[in-house]
C-alpha cells in the first residue's frame, strides 16, 4: 500500500490515504466524513445520501457509519 494524496470528491479537501493500486478502495473523508471509492491511479467515485453498498448487484442502505462493517460481513471486505 502507499500512501497517496486524494482529494475528497464532496468537498475538496487534500489528505493523505493508503491506498492499495490493484483494487478498488473505501475510504472516508475526515473533513467531512463523507465516503467515496478510489480505483487505480485516478478514478474517484462519490458515494452520497442515502448511502447504497458499492458491491454490484447488493443495493443495501446501510447507515453511514456501517458501511465498512456491511462490506467486511456481507461481501468479506471484497468491493467487486
Request: glycine fraction near 6%.
Amino acid at each position: 500500500m502507499k500512501l497517496l494524496p486524494i482529494d475528497c470528491p464532496h468537498c475538496g479537501v487534500s489528505r493523505r490515504f493508503h491506498i492499495s493500486h490493484d483494487e478498488r478502495n473505501l475510504r472516508q473523508c475526515p473533513a467531512c466524513t463523507s465516503w467515496f471509492i478510489f480505483s487505480g491511479s485516478t478514478e474517484i467515485e462519490a458515494l452520497v445520501e442515502p448511502i447504497t453498498c458499492p458491491v454490484d448487484g447488493c443495493g443495501a442502505t446501510p447507515d453511514r457509519d456501517a458501511l465498512p462493517a456491511h462490506i467486511i460481513d456481507e461481501h468479506d471486505g471484497n468491493l467487486d
